[in-house]
């Protein structure tokens, strides 16, 4: 079965099919600047005028979000193990003692015994 998984071709596993999406998205975005010159917009404020201005500020608004993610990861990144380090902090690891009990209760209960006072 773990062959099958290993052997299984995904959509774009393919870097034909990886090209040919990107085909598309280029002539979609060259139609829509096409548009520009055929469709006759409505504008309300003097900037919507400019030819190409919503593609300018979609371009621009994204490198404005990613260039905010990059500084918001500064104060809200974790260590990799931090979730690890937690989860130590609540459950710490049981000493040699409590462990020797721990497996000397199993044993015990694997015998049968069920360590009742009565």
């Known amino acids: 079965m773990a062959k099958q998984e290993q ?6 596993d393919n870097p034909k099919n990886v090209k040919r999406l990107l085909y598309i998205v280029y002539a979609i975005c060259l139609i829509l600047v096409l548009l520009e010159f055929v469709i006759n917009r409505h ?13 300018i500020y979609g371009f621009v608004g994204c490198v404005v979000l990613v260039f905010v993610a990059k500084w918001m990861r500064i104060f809200l990144m974790r260590d990799e193990d931090y979730y690890d380090k937690l989860e130590k902090k609540q459950h710490p690891a049981p000493t040699k003692k409590e462990s020797a009990d721990i497996v000397s209760d199993e044993a015990e209960q694997a015998q049968g015994g069920n360590n009742v006072d009565a």
């Open 7 to 12: 052997d299984k071709q995904y959509l774009f």
């Open 43 to 55: 504008v309300y404020h003097s900037w919507e005028s400019i030819f190409a201005f919503y593609p």
